[in-house]
Nanobody, 126 residues
Framework: QVQLVEPGGGLVQAGGSLRLSCAGS????????MGWFRRAPGQERESVAA????????SFAESVRGRFAISRNSALNTVYLQMNSLKPEDTAVYYC???????????????????WGQGTQVTISS
């Protein structure tokens, strides 16, 4: 079993930056591909970014490409989502997730992910 904790989140003005982190437990955690997803009020969950277990492959949703970056630190069992040039439409609950099915990939399909964090609120004010 993998447990994921996202201690980040917060309120930021439009144009600002915020970094989310996701700490995972378990010896095999860093062998999983990792993803970030988000759910805005009244909307379905959507993909944001993903990274392969070695960090070689990354994928981004079109809405965040060029503004967000995803990275991981194996020594700290942590995955990061650096969010720049934030917009009010980035407001959502952000979830990190772990996929053991294709660790070498960076899929943005949520059904490929096996474990999920509890989510953290990100609010962007205009």
């Amino acid at each position: 079993q993998v447990q994921l904790v996202e201690p980040g989140g917060g309120l930021v003005q439009a144009g600002g930056s915020l970094r989310l982190s996701c700490a995972g437990s378990g010896r095999t955690f860093m062998r999983y591909a990792m993803g970030w997803f988000r759910r805005a009020p009244g909307q379905e969950r959507e993909s944001v970014a993903a990274i392969s277990w070695r960090g070689v492959r990354t994928s981004f949703a079109e809405s965040v490409r060029g503004r967000f970056a995803i990275s991981r630190n194996s020594a700290l069992n942590t995955v990061y989502l650096q969010m720049n040039s934030l917009k009010p439409e980035d407001t959502a609950v952000y979830y990190c997730s772990a996929s053991r099915r294709d660790p070498g990939g960076s899929t943005l399909q949520d059904y490929e992910y096996d474990f999920w964090g509890q989510g953290t609120q990100v609010t962007i004010s205009s």
